[in-house]
C-alpha cells in the first residue's frame, strides 16, 4: 500500500480505512468511480480490527433508552461498570450528555427506533449484496447468538423489546431453563436462568480480516490506498482539495469516514457535530480457552464473548471518555473476571488486551449525508458500536449521494443538520 500522494486527481477521496470507508472505497469505485482511500495509520487500525465481529442486525434500540438517565449519577461513581464516565471528563461531556438526555425521550426515542429499523433492513440486504460482490462468505460464521438473564424479572424486563423485533421479524426462541441453554451453550454458570436465541445473527470469522479482504479487493480492482493524515480540507468549484504531509490530492468529491476522529476534519467545513468517543475494551485468549458454540452477550453486564478465528474474545462496556485519555486497563480485566464468572470453564491465562474508540452520536444514530458547505463532502459515521453491521449499507448510501442518485432510504433521520 503506497504512501507517497504528493500531487495526484481522483474521482473520489475517502478519507478513513475502517470498515465504513473501506466499504464506501468499494460502493464508490463499484459505481465507475476511480478512488484513493487514505488514513493515518492503515487499513482497519482502530475499532475495526478489535471489535467483536458481529453483525447485529436485531439491535434496533438506541443507547437513549426512555428513563435511562436516573442511572448517570451511579455511571461517575463506578469507573468499571458496563457503561462509565470519568469524574474529570464529565464537565467536558456535559453538552453531549444534554442531547443524550433528550434523545431518550419518547418521541425522539420512537424515530431513533424507526430509524435504525430501516438502515437495519438495508444493512442485512446490502450485506448480502457485498458478500456476494467480494466472495466473502469464507469470512463469515452463522452461529446465532445467546442473549442471557438472571432470573425471571429480568428476563420479563426485556420481553418489551423482544415484542419490538418479533414485530419486524427478527427471528427469536425464548429459552426459559438453564437445560434449554445448554443445548446450545454448556458451560454457562446456572445463574443464566433464561436466554433469548436469535439463530440468524452473523458474525465474521475476524473482523481484521475481513476489512482486510475489502482492501484487497478495492486495490486489486483498481483503486488506491494511501497512508497519510489529511491536514487540511478545502473546497471550491467542483473541487475538494485534501492536505497531506506528504503533497495534496484532490477529487470531485470526497467521504469523511474517520471514525472517532471525523469531527476534527468537520470544523475546518464549519460543521461543529456532537461526535463523542466511546472507549471499547476486550481481552482476546488464545483457542481452547473455551468450547464457544455461538455469540454470547451478557447484556445487564455490557459484554460479549464472540469467537474470532477460534480465539475467544471478551469485551464490550463503554466508557465516554475522548480520544486522549490514557487506557484504564482494569476495565479489560475487570469484563475477563466477569467472564470467568459466568463461564466457570473459561481459561483465562494468556490474554491480549486492547482499547479502540467509537464514533457515537447522542441519538445512536449514524450521520450519513452531505456536509452544510458542499455537497461534494460526504459525511459517513458516528456509528457507535453498529460499525461493522451498518458498513454495507452506509456505503451504499454514499455512492447514491456521490453518484446523484436517489437512496434506497430516507436520509433525514441521519443528516449532519439535524444537529
Same mark, same amino acid.
Given at each position: 500500500m503506497k504512501n507517497t500522494p504528493r500531487s495526484k486527481s481522483y474521482d473520489a477521496t475517502v478519507i478513513g480505512a475502517g470498515i465504513i470507508g473501506v466499504s464506501a472505497a468499494l460502493a464508490l469505485q463499484g459505481r465507475g468511480l476511480s478512488v484513493c482511500l487514505m488514513d493515518r495509520q492503515g487499513v482497519a487500525a482502530g475499532a475495526s480490527q478489535g471489535n467483536a465481529g458481529a453483525f447485529a442486525f436485531s439491535d434496533i434500540e438506541p443507547l437513549a433508552t426512555p428513563g435511562i438517565l436516573r442511572k448517570a449519577p451511579r455511571w461517575?461513581?463506578?469507573?468499571?461498570?458496563?457503561?462509565?464516565?470519568?469524574?474529570?471528563?464529565?464537565?467536558?461531556?456535559?453538552?453531549?450528555?444534554?442531547?443524550?438526555?433528550?434523545?431518550?425521550?419518547?418521541?425522539?426515542?420512537?424515530?431513533?427506533?424507526?430509524?435504525?429499523?430501516?438502515?437495519m433492513t438495508l444493512s442485512r440486504a446490502a450485506l448480502e449484496r457485498q458478500i456476494s460482490d467480494v466472495g466473502g462468505a469464507p469470512f463469515l460464521q452463522h452461529e446465532g447468538q445467546?442473549?442471557?438473564?438472571?432470573?425471571?424479572?429480568?428476563?420479563?424486563?426485556?420481553?418489551?423489546?423482544?415484542?419490538l423485533r418479533r414485530a419486524h421479524g427478527i427471528a427469536f426462541e425464548l429459552l426459559e431453563s438453564p437445560e434449554a441453554i445448554a443445548d446450545i451453550q454448556p458451560g454457562l454458570a446456572h445463574q443464566f436462568t433464561h436466554a433469548v436465541f436469535t439463530p440468524d445473527w452473523l458474525n465474521t470469522v475476524n473482523p481484521l480480516s475481513w476489512a482486510q479482504h475489502?482492501?484487497?479487493?478495492?486495490?486489486?480492482?483498481? @483503486?488506491?490506498?494511501?497512508?497519510?493524515?489529511? /491536514?487540511?480540507?478545502?473546497?471550491?468549484? %467542483?473541487?475538494?482539495? =485534501?492536505?497531506?504531509? +506528504?503533497?495534496?490530492?484532490?477529487?470531485?468529491?470526497?467521504?469523511?469516514?474517520?471514525?472517532?476522529?471525523?469531527?476534527?476534519?468537520?470544523?475546518?467545513?464549519?460543521?461543529?457535530?456532537?461526535?463523542?468517543?466511546?472507549?471499547?475494551?476486550?481481552?482476546?485468549?488464545?483457542?481452547?480457552?473455551?468450547?464457544?458454540?455461538?455469540?454470547?452477550?451478557?447484556?445487564?453486564?455490557?459484554?460479549?464473548?464472540?469467537?474470532?478465528?477460534?480465539?475467544?474474545?471478551?469485551?464490550?462496556?463503554?466508557?465516554?471518555?475522548?480520544?486522549?485519555?490514557?487506557?484504564?486497563?482494569?476495565?479489560?480485566?475487570?469484563?475477563?473476571d466477569k467472564a470467568a464468572q459466568f463461564l466457570p470453564d473459561l481459561d483465562t491465562s494468556n490474554g491480549t488486551q486492547w482499547m479502540g474508540f467509537r464514533p457515537s452520536m447522542p441519538d445512536s444514530l449514524?450521520?450519513? @449525508?452531505?456536509?452544510?458547505?458542499?455537497?461534494? /463532502?460526504?459525511?459517513?459515521?458516528?456509528? %457507535?458500536?453498529?460499525? =461493522?453491521?451498518?458498513? +454495507?449499507?452506509?456505503?451504499?448510501?454514499?455512492?447514491?449521494?456521490?453518484?446523484?442518485?436517489?437512496p434506497a432510504i430516507d436520509l433525514r433521520a441521519y443528516a449532519p443538520s439535524r444537529f
Amino acid at each position: 500500500m503506497k504512501n507517497t500522494p504528493r500531487s495526484k486527481s481522483y474521482d473520489a477521496t475517502v478519507i478513513g480505512a475502517g470498515i465504513i470507508g473501506v466499504s464506501a472505497a468499494l460502493a464508490l469505485q463499484g459505481r465507475g468511480l476511480s478512488v484513493c482511500l487514505m488514513d493515518r495509520q492503515g487499513v482497519a487500525a482502530g475499532a475495526s480490527q478489535g471489535n467483536a465481529g458481529a453483525f447485529a442486525f436485531s439491535d434496533i434500540e438506541p443507547l437513549a433508552t426512555p428513563g435511562i438517565l436516573r442511572k448517570a449519577p451511579r455511571w461517575l461513581f463506578d469507573p468499571l461498570g458496563p457503561l462509565s464516565i470519568p469524574p474529570t471528563y464529565a464537565p467536558r461531556i456535559t453538552p453531549w450528555m444534554l442531547r443524550f438526555w433528550r434523545a431518550s425521550w419518547q418521541d425522539r426515542y420512537a424515530a431513533a427506533v424507526t430509524a435504525q429499523i430501516a438502515l437495519m433492513t438495508l444493512s442485512r440486504a446490502a450485506l448480502e449484496r457485498q458478500i456476494s460482490d467480494v466472495g466473502g462468505a469464507p469470512f463469515l460464521q452463522h452461529e446465532g447468538q445467546l442473549q442471557l438473564y438472571e432470573g425471571t424479572a429480568q428476563f420479563a424486563a426485556s420481553q418489551a423489546g423482544w415484542a419490538l423485533r418479533r414485530a419486524h421479524g427478527i427471528a427469536f426462541e425464548l429459552l426459559e431453563s438453564p437445560e434449554a441453554i445448554a443445548d446450545i451453550q454448556p458451560g454457562l454458570a446456572h445463574q443464566f436462568t433464561h436466554a433469548v436465541f436469535t439463530p440468524d445473527w452473523l458474525n465474521t470469522v475476524n473482523p481484521l480480516s475481513w476489512a482486510q479482504h475489502l482492501a484487497r479487493t478495492f486495490v486489486n480492482r483498481g @483503486g488506491t490506498i494511501e497512508t497519510q493524515n489529511v /491536514v487540511d480540507l478545502q473546497h471550491d468549484a %467542483g473541487t475538494v482539495t =485534501l492536505q497531506t504531509e +506528504a503533497g495534496t490530492v484532490s477529487s470531485r468529491k470526497a467521504v469523511i469516514a474517520a471514525g472517532a476522529w471525523s469531527h476534527q476534519l468537520t470544523r475546518q467545513l464549519g460543521d461543529r457535530l456532537p461526535l463523542e468517543t466511546e472507549r471499547g475494551y476486550n481481552t482476546t485468549l488464545p483457542a481452547g480457552a473455551f468450547d464457544l458454540r455461538t455469540h454470547l452477550t451478557f447484556g445487564r453486564h455490557g459484554f460479549v464473548v464472540t469467537k474470532i478465528d477460534g480465539d475467544v474474545r471478551v469485551g464490550g462496556a463503554v466508557e465516554l471518555g475522548g480520544l486522549h485519555r490514557k487506557p484504564d486497563f482494569r476495565r479489560a480485566k475487570f469484563l475477563l473476571d466477569k467472564a470467568a464468572q459466568f463461564l466457570p470453564d473459561l481459561d483465562t491465562s494468556n490474554g491480549t488486551q486492547w482499547m479502540g474508540f467509537r464514533p457515537s452520536m447522542p441519538d445512536s444514530l449514524p450521520v450519513i @449525508g452531505p456536509s452544510s458547505a458542499t455537497p461534494n /463532502v460526504i459525511y459517513a459515521f458516528g456509528h %457507535g458500536h453498529l460499525g =461493522l453491521t451498518q458498513s +454495507a449499507a452506509t456505503a451504499e448510501l454514499v455512492a447514491d449521494l456521490a453518484t446523484r442518485h436517489t437512496p434506497a432510504i430516507d436520509l433525514r433521520a441521519y443528516a449532519p443538520s439535524r444537529f
